[in-house]
């Protein structure tokens, strides 16, 4: 079922698995869009971000600024960086820590290490040396491939990872909440 709110298009439908996951796509008048798949309460934190953000555009001189969420976190304060291997000075709190520890950990692969795809295997390292005792990183990161921010490739010993659009989005948010965590002086 859709109901046209404004210009925007919401579908309650839920998915075949019948799990409660919920899908948003709004199109403005301006041309920009938003697109979104999961849990209500995720819908509606990212719609609430979008929304922000169109206003701070349409308020904004006209100036070149860059989103937030294309705004890089401060790698040096919340990782170390050795050669190869990341690691987070620091854990994150609260639920899907390693869920969300794995996003910062792959955008900051992408950004330091031109890693675009690290293996499933590296990823495990990565998170193994941030103090979180996972298993199976496919497992760990398996809501953030549903909520489509993560996007699996290859299979068994060849899967890789990588962030979607939202995906990196969402990572550089939460590398900027965490460094603000580890340096409140930080912005």
Not at 171 to 181: I, K, P, T
């Amino acid at each position: 079922m859709f109901d046209l709110i404004g210009s925007s298009w919401h579908n309650y439908a839920m998915s075949p698995e019948g799990n409660n996951t919920h899908r948003l796509k709004i199109q403005l008048p301006s041309g920009a869009s938003f697109e979104a798949e999961g849990t209500p309460a995720f819908i509606a934190a990212e719609r609430q971000e979008f929304v922000t953000l169109q206003a701070g555009r349409r308020a904004g001189s006209g100036a070149a600024e860059k989103p937030s969420d294309t705004i890089e976190p401060s790698w040096e304060t919340i990782l170390e960086n050795t050669g190869q291997k990341l690691s987070l000075r620091a854990k994150l709190r609260g639920d899907g820590a390693e869920r969300e520890a794995a996003l910062i950990l792959l955008a900051a692969a992408r950004t330091l290490l031109r890693e675009r795809k690290p293996t499933a295997a590296q990823i495990a390292r990565w998170l193994r040396a941030s103090g979180y005792p996972i298993g199976r990183v496919d497992r760990t990161i398996q809501a953030s491939i549903d909520q489509g921010e993560i996007l699996a490739s290859g299979s068994r010993r060849a899967r890789r990872y990588e962030l979607s659009g939202p995906g990196l989005a969402k990572a550089f948010r939460l590398g900027r909440q965490h460094a603000r965590f580890i340096d409140p002086q930080n912005n």
